[in-house]
Antibody, heavy 118, light 112 residues
Framework: EVQLVESGGDLVQPGRSLGLSCKTS????????VTWVRQAPGKGLEWVSV??????????DYAASVKGRFSISRDDSKSIVYLQMNSLKTEDTAVYYC?????????WGQGTTVTVSS | DVVLTQSPLSLPVTLGQPASISCRSS???????????LNWYQQRPGQSPRRLIY???KRDSGVPDRFSGSESGTDFTLRISRVEAEDVGDYYC?????????FGGGTKVEFK
């Protein structure tokens, strides 16, 4: 069974940093890109970042709203994707979902909650 | 960025009756590889999103055949042939042809 399990969500103050992890299983991790999508309370879905496979250079791309503050990486030996979030703002408050794929986005994790508040 | 405009925002439905959701794209979503990367997602209350349809009209495994997707140019439609109780929730279209990936604003399906 394909699974993606997010962790690391927490309550943090504005300007601080937080790291999220996405542990995956049930598929050949190296064959897939992995995407982060977030959902602010009561709002819709927002694409945040993607990390591509090593075949495509393992490159990360970011939404304009987080570029320069967030950094995505992958560890193929552990089948884990990381999202490092710096200089957090109140508007980053959301449930963060880890999703398999760069275009297909077919399997979603259960999400982890990030709350940015003083 | 590609803007996906969903309508209606809210869709009151009746059990056993058909329903449809529209998603209009601001640009063509036909990729250079010939595919159109337009997906539909269902999000039931309190749950993670679940993909129903990919590449416009391909149904995911386990998705009931009452769900179908179609396109006409830059207009995309998700249809439910006969609404069932478990279909209540939010529905989103998403495009991944052009970067960045973008989502429609969502449609809330609820019973009258």
């Amino acid at each position: 069974e394909v699974q993606l399990v997010e962790s690391g969500g927490d309550l943090v103050q504005p300007g601080r940093s937080l790291g999220l992890s996405c542990k995956t299983s049930g598929f050949i991790f190296g064959d897939y890109g992995v995407t982060w999508v977030r959902q602010a309370p009561g709002k819709g879905l927002e694409w945040v970042s993607v990390v591509r496979t090593k075949r495509y250079g393992g490159r990360g791309d970011y939404a304009a709203s987080v570029k320069g503050r967030f950094s995505i990486s992958r560890d193929d030996s552990k089948s884990i994707v990381y999202l490092q979030m710096n200089s957090l703002k109140t508007e980053d408050t959301a449930v963060y979902y880890c999703v398999r794929g760069a275009r297909g986005l077919d399997v979603w994790g259960q999400g982890t909650t990030v709350t940015v508040s003083s | 960025d590609v803007v996906l405009t969903q309508s209606p925002l809210s869709l009151p439905v009746t059990l056993g009756q058909p329903a449809s959701i529209s998603c209009r794209s601001s640009q063509s979503l036909v990729d250079s590889d010939g595919n159109t990367y337009l997906n539909w997602y269902q999000q039931r209350p309190g749950q993670s999103p679940r993909r129903l349809i990919y590449q416009v009209s391909k149904r995911d495994s386990g998705v009931p055949d009452r769900f179908s997707g179609s396109e006409s140019g830059t207009d995309f439609t998700l249809r439910i042939s006969r609404v069932e109780a478990e279909d209540v929730g939010d529905y989103y279209c998403m495009q991944a042809t052009l970067w960045p990936v973008t989502f429609g604003g969502g449609t809330k399906v609820e019973f009258k």
